[in-house]
């Protein structure tokens, strides 16, 4: 069963910075695609950025130079970097998976960007 776990989400100021992590179990994360993305109060859930099984990285334009995804093959764990964060950036960040036959989904983990 597969399975995605985030952490590192919280409060922080604009112009702070926040990891976070997801960690997967159940699958050979190794040979699909991973992403982030996320849902603000009242709006649909967006991608915010894509990592493919060899390493190719794609951002939407709101984070680019801001955001940066990576992976770590050895521990099933994908990574967002999150510099420079905005209050437009708060919202639950979820990690997703896009698999052979259909996309898993984490529980998600809350971002607030507020001083």
């Known amino acids: 069963q597969v399975q995605l776990v985030e952490s590192g989400g919280g409060l922080v100021q604009p112009g702070g910075s926040l990891r976070l992590s997801c960690v997967g179990s159940?699958?050979?994360?190794?040979?699909?695609?991973m992403g982030w993305y996320r849902q603000a109060p009242g709006k649909e859930r967006d991608l915010v950025a894509r990592i493919s099984s060899s390493g190719n990285t794609h951002y939407v334009d709101l984070v680019k130079d801001r955001f940066t995804i990576s992976r770590d093959y050895t521990k099933n764990v994908a990574y967002l970097q999150m510099n420079n964060l905005r209050p437009e950036d708060t919202a639950v960040y979820y990690c997703?998976?896009?698999?052979?036959?259909?996309?898993?989904w984490g529980r998600g983990t809350t971002v607030t960007v507020s001083s």
């Open positions: 997703t998976m896009w698999g052979t036959q259909q996309m898993y």
């Open positions: 159940g699958s050979d994360f190794g040979v699909f695609a």
